[in-house]
């Protein structure tokens, strides 16, 4: 095991738990305690394995507890919680967690984060059809966003939040605006080349064919 591979394992065992929390107890400083961490858990949140991802929540949960004021991980932390809530389904979960993501866009910036946290929590209050919170969450894609500083400057983001604010507004029956986010990103989905020569894939819009057949649907009136 190389030495820095001590907090990037993809599987666990009680070997690979006591020299993590070994070489934890040395690390330097909370800052860095805490984004030893967040790296170790979001390896084993992407598994595939249950309970690696059950291990993976506990650190997680870990780094929010013992190291509240590391902003710098805990809130990516929340955000990765997030994401993971929403992949295994548990959307009033992950609705949680994009809620305290998106408070600290009001309080502080969207540095370290993915930048577009409003926006999956827009997505969530649709999968959990909340229709009392639709026109909080059309806030949240409009006024708050412009407010916090939102950029998309990706088009997979572009995509994401043109996509995401067409399904709200055609559920607000805001229908020319939804009309026309529709048509927004079913334009940014053509897009094939690359943003950046050296980074072929980053930006690249991927998506199914079932959302695309909505955002027809929605462009059509």
Same mark, same amino acid.
């Given at each position: 095991?190389?030495?820095?591979?001590?907090?990037? =394992?993809?599987?666990?065992?009680?070997?690979?738990? #006591?020299?993590?929390?070994?070489?934890?107890?040395?690390?330097?400083?909370?800052?860095?305690?805490?984004?030893?961490? +967040?790296?170790?858990?979001?390896?084993?949140?992407?598994?595939? =394995?249950?309970?690696?991802? =059950?291990?993976?929540?506990?650190?997680? +949960?870990?780094?929010?507890?013992?190291?509240?004021?590391?902003?710098? %991980?805990?809130?990516?932390?929340? #955000?990765?919680? !997030?994401?993971?809530?929403?992949?295994?389904?548990?959307?009033? @979960?992950? #609705?949680?967690?994009?809620?305290?993501?998106?408070?600290?866009?009001?309080?502080?910036? +969207? %540095?370290?984060?993915?930048? $577009?946290?409003? $926006?999956?929590?827009?997505?969530?209050?649709? @999968?959990?059809?909340?229709?009392?919170?639709?026109?909080?969450?059309?806030?949240?894609?409009?006024?708050?966003?412009?407010?916090?500083?939102?950029?998309? %400057?990706?088009?997979?983001?572009?995509?994401?939040?043109?996509?995401?604010? *067409?399904?709200?507004?055609?559920?607000?029956?805001?229908?020319?605006? *939804?009309?026309?986010?529709?048509?927004?990103?079913?334009?940014?989905?053509?897009?094939? @080349?690359?943003?950046?020569?050296?980074?072929?894939?980053?930006?690249?819009?991927?998506?199914? =064919?079932?959302?695309?057949?909505?955002?027809?649907?929605? %462009?059509? !009136?």
């Amino acid at each position: 095991m190389g030495q820095v591979e001590w907090y990037r =394992n993809t599987t666990w065992d009680k070997d690979t738990s #006591e020299l993590f929390e070994t070489k934890l107890k040395r690390a330097r400083g909370p800052f860095n305690k805490a984004q030893y961490l +967040r790296i170790q858990a979001s390896y084993l949140l992407d598994s595939a =394995n249950s309970e690696f991802q =059950n291990v993976g929540l506990q650190l997680m +949960r870990r780094l929010i507890e013992e190291f509240p004021t590391e902003d710098f %991980s805990t809130i990516f932390g929340k #955000e990765q919680l !997030g994401d993971y809530f929403y992949k295994t389904g548990q959307f009033e @979960e992950a #609705e949680h967690f994009y809620r305290q993501v998106t408070d600290h866009y009001k309080r502080k910036s +969207r %540095s370290g984060t993915s930048g $577009v946290a409003d $926006v999956k929590l827009a997505e969530t209050i649709l @999968e959990l059809d909340k229709r009392d919170k639709f026109e909080e969450a059309y806030k949240l894609l409009t006024v708050d966003f412009e407010a916090t500083g939102g950029s998309l %400057s990706l088009n997979d983001d572009r995509f994401f939040y043109t996509r995401v604010a *067409a399904e709200l507004c055609d559920q607000l029956d805001k229908k020319e605006e *939804a009309k026309r986010l529709a048509g927004l990103a079913l334009e940014i989905a053509k897009i094939t @080349e690359p943003q950046f020569t050296r980074h072929k894939t980053v930006g690249l819009v991927r998506t199914t =064919n079932d959302i695309l057949d909505r955002l027809r649907k929605i %462009s059509a !009136g």
